[in-house]
């Protein structure tokens, strides 16, 4: 049975991986308000100082950490500076994720390795990390960032659609592994979201991104990441329609392939 926090509301102590911007700035600033008291990690440090001081002081006081997630030393001494300085760890959020658009005969070695390096060794090596300050925490939870191209393949998202497969899966093992240690492991997997990481993505080709116009806000998907936080859950989507779709691909993958083939930012055939 997961452990509570412990009587008179001691902060609930929070990791956040990928807080410089979108998602990861958006979850930092709601639970900031919601009493938590942070540790941010993103390589722009300056960012998260700046962020740190626009934030409602809490105790322990937030922490900025520049590092560079893909790189398993930096990792390694992030994530102790933060569990000393907030005195252990009881929410621990891996966030940090890059893009990468390019159909597969345009993928290049170092991109490809720097993407499987953030998305996925960074969130293996974050679980391997947290899990001694977790299992020493108070309601203690791991929230995976993961997408809705996680549970269905898109083209010219390949790589980026594996990376996120790999973390649905690295959060269905968890699950199992830590449910004797009383950790909770939720995975969200957020829709479209209006953040950076498409104008900062690797996109040799220059595809053409999704509109932006209707997609989520970053605050929505903080305000999962508060809802999963409270109420810890498996997997969660942030519309119903995603998850419908996830399952279309697995009972029905033609007709799934036929609506994503028909979507307005696929590109044209290659030249042959
Ligand atoms: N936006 C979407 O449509 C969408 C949809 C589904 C899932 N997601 C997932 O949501 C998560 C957050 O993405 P976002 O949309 O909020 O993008 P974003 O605004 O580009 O934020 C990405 C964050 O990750 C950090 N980061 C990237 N590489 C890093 C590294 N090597 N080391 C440390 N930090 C690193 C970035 O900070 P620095 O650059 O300062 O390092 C930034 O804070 C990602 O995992 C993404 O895959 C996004």
Do not use: K, M
């Given at each position: 049975m997961a452990k509570h926090d412990a009587?008179?509301?001691?902060?609930r102590r929070t990791l956040i991986t990928?807080?410089?911007?979108?998602i990861g700035r958006a979850t930092a600033e709601l639970l900031a308000r919601e009493g938590h008291a942070l540790a941010l990690i993103a390589r722009r440090q300056q960012r998260l100082e700046e962020l740190c001081s626009s934030l409602p002081a809490n105790r322990p006081a937030h922490l900025a950490l520049g590092a560079d997630l893909a790189e398993p030393a930096e990792l390694e001494r992030a994530f102790k500076a933060a569990a000393k300085h907030l005195g252990g760890l009881d929410l621990v959020v891996l966030n940090a994720g890059i893009g990468y658009r390019a159909r597969v005969e345009d993928l290049e070695p170092e991109p490809l390795r720097r993407l499987l390096s953030t998305n996925v060794e960074a969130v293996l090596l974050g679980a391997k990390e947290a899990l001694p300050h977790l299992m020493a925490g108070r309601r203690p939870h791991l929230i995976l960032v993961s997408s809705v191209v996680g549970r269905r393949g898109m083209p010219t998202m390949a790589a980026y659609s594996a990376s996120k497969a790999a973390v649905c899966s690295i959060g269905e093992s968890l699950r199992i592994e830590w449910r004797h240690l009383g950790i909770q492991v939720s995975v969200l997997n957020p829709g479209t979201?209006?953040?950076?990481i498409f104008a900062v993505q690797h996109n040799p080709k220059g595809l053409k991104n999704p509109d932006l116009s209707a997609a989520d806000a970053p605050e929505a998907v903080a305000a999962e990441i508060l809802a999963l936080d409270r109420h810890p859950q498996p997997e969660r989507f942030l519309r119903w329609k995603w998850r419908y779709l996830a399952a279309l691909g697995l009972v029905a993958p033609r007709l799934a392939d036929r609506l994503f083939a028909s979507r307005d930012w696929m590109p044209p055939p290659p030249e042959r």
């Open positions: 009587p008179g509301g001691s902060p990928g807080a410089s911007s979108g979201t209006a953040t950076e």
